[in-house]
Structures are given as C-alpha cells and as structure tokens.
Nanobody
Framework: QLQLVESGGGSVQPGGSLRLSCTAS????????VQWFHQAPGKEREGVSC????????TYADSVKGRFTISTDVTTNTVYLQMNNLKPEDTGVYYC?????????????????????WGQGTQVTVSS
C-alpha cells in the first residue's frame, strides 16, 4: 500500500520540543519533495517546511525559522520535523505530503496542490 504515515505528535508546554516523523511505505522518497503543513483550529492548512530529496534544498515558513528543522533519513524512508521552542500558536494538526513531479520535487510551487500522497495527520497541542 502506497502511503505516508505521520507520528510523533502530542501535548507539550510552551518552550517544549517534539519530533514529527513522516514515513513512506510502498514507494521511495528519493525522488520526492516532502512538505509539512500545519492546520490550526478553524484555519486553513499552511505550509511549514519542505525538503527536496532531489537536491536537498529546504524551505521554512517565517513563523518557524530558527525553531523547526526538517531532515531526511534515506535509510528509513522518513522525513522528520524537529520542532523546538514550541508556542501555543503551533497547536494544530500537522500533515506531510509528497510530490514527485518537477518543479514541485524541488520544493518549488504549491507542493500541496501537486502532492501525490498525503498523510493522515498528527495532532500537536502546545499549552500550559
């Protein structure tokens, strides 16, 4: 079965950390860009960070620069999102999506619109 599976969500206090995982099964992420999206309660889904497994370029939303780090582990076919110094506004569901066509596999353009696969989402709650 071709799918992405997210994990690693949970509840933390402000200033805490979480590491989200996005693991592909049934296909190889080597030729894909993987983007993480955040959907806050009552709001639209927004791109957070993207990594291209073609050229290893990365992008970050301004709101997470310096706090979040995206990375790939080719041995486990997994993309990680390390989230540090979490804030209440980071609360929401986090989704990963993989796009395997140019130019999207360079994290260029609307990766979400061109995604071949989406994960089911993982909940992150930041609250004191």
């Amino acid at each position: 079965q071709l799918q992405l599976v997210e994990s690693g969500g949970g509840s933390v206090q402000p200033g805490g950390s979480l590491r989200l995982s996005c693991t592909a099964s049934g296909f190889n992420l080597d030729y894909y860009a993987v983007q993480w999206f955040h959907q806050a309660p009552g709001k639209e889904r927004e791109g957070v960070s993207c990594i291209s497994n073609v050229d290893y370029g990365t992008t970050y939303a301004d709101s997470v620069k310096g706090r979040f780090t995206i990375s790939t582990d080719v041995t486990t076919n997994t993309v990680y999102l390390q989230m540090n110094n979490l804030k209440p506004e980071d609360t929401g569901v986090y989704y990963c999506a993989a796009a395997g066509e140019p130019p999207y596999y360079h994290c260029s353009g609307h990766v979400g619109f061109a995604a071949d696969y989406w994960g089911q989402g993982t909940q992150v709650t930041v609250s004191s």
